[in-house]
């Protein structure tokens, strides 16, 4: 499987915004849906959003509805977060990961490979 790079990462106050991207996906069976997972110190690693190969269906934790909003472009072999009204809570690291379907993006914390992720810092 091609290495998935996040990026867009940074420093923002409370309320702010953020663009996240995950580059490298491709349209092989494991890439089908494609989940953002992010882990703060001592906190276990969360699925957040997710979205399937089309684009068409999507998945939010419920810490992040109405705020966060994944995207998937195909052409471009992306899948995007954006993060509107960020909260503290939402510092971690941020990291993409696929799967063949949901339920098997959801176990990926327990197995699979992982990138370095894109460090999120919320400041109140």
């Known amino acids: 499987q091609v290495q998935l790079v996040e990026s867009g990462g940074g420093g923002v106050q409370a309320g702010g915004s953020l663009r996240l991207t995950c580059a490298g996906i491709d349209e092989s069976p494991g890439n089908y849906v494609v989940g953002w997972f992010r882990q703060a110190p001592r906190r276990e690693r969360d699925l957040v959003a997710a979205v399937n190969r089309y684009g068409t269906l999507t998945y939010y934790d419920d810490s992040v509805k109405g705020r966060f909003t994944i995207s998937r472009d195909n052409a471009k072999k992306a899948v995007y977060l954006q993060m509107n009204d960020l909260r503290p809570e939402d510092t971690a690291v941020y990291y993409c990961?696929?799967?063949?379907?949901?339920?098997?993006?959801?176990?990926?914390?327990?197995?699979?490979?992982w990138s370095q992720g894109t460090q999120v810092t919320v400041s109140s």
């Open positions: 990961n696929a799967a063949i379907d949901l339920s098997t993006l959801h176990r990926a914390p327990e197995s699979g490979s």
